[in-house]
C-alpha cells in the first residue's frame, strides 16, 4: 500500500509560481512512476506530468509545458510540481497519482494507469 499526500497549494495571482509536494509512505516509492493530474471545476481531471522511477524521464502535457516542471526525491519520498507562469485556466484541484511501473508507458497519459492517489491539493489562480 502506498499513501501520497499533497501539499502547496493555494491561492496565487496569475504569472506567479507555486511547487507542490506529494509525500509518500510505503517502502517501494523509488520504484515507482508518479504523476500528476488536475480536475477543473466541471472538467474531467487530465494528465499533467509524469516522472519514471529514477528522475530520469519525464513527460509534460502540452498544456504546461515549459511552465511546469516535475521532480522527485527518493531519498524524501516525496515528488514535486513546480509550476512557474501560472494562468487563470491552472485553477484546478491538483492529484499526485502512483503506479507500480518502473517507466513512463502511454497509459501513464491517462488516470486509469495509476494504482493509489492522494486526497488533492487545490490551486487557484486571480487574476
Known amino acids: 500500500q502506498v499513501q501520497l499526500v499533497e501539499s502547496g497549494g493555494g491561492l496565487v495571482q496569475a504569472g506567479g509560481s507555486l511547487r507542490l509536494s506529494c509525500a509518500a509512505s510505503?517502502?517501494?516509492?523509488?520504484?515507482?512512476?508518479m504523476g500528476w493530474f488536475r480536475q477543473a471545476p466541471g472538467k474531467e481531471r487530465e494528465f499533467v506530468a509524469a516522472?519514471?522511477?529514477?528522475?530520469?524521464?519525464?513527460r509534460i502535457a502540452n498544456s504546461v509545458s515549459g511552465r511546469f516542471t516535475i521532480s522527485r526525491d527518493n531519498a524524501k519520498d516525496t515528488v514535486y510540481l513546480q509550476m512557474n507562469a501560472l494562468k487563470l485556466e491552472d485553477t484546478a484541484v491538483y492529484y499526485c497519482?502512483?503506479?507500480?511501473?518502473?517507466?513512463?508507458?502511454?497509459?501513464?497519459?491517462?488516470?486509469?494507469?495509476?494504482?493509489?492517489w492522494g486526497q488533492g491539493t487545490q490551486v487557484t489562480v486571480s487574476s
Open positions: 497519482a502512483a503506479d507500480t511501473s518502473y517507466n513512463i508507458g502511454s497509459g501513464h497519459y491517462t488516470e486509469h494507469k495509476y494504482d493509489y
Open positions: 510505503g517502502r517501494t516509492f523509488s520504484s515507482y512512476v
Open positions: 516522472i519514471n522511477w529514477s528522475g530520469s524521464s519525464t
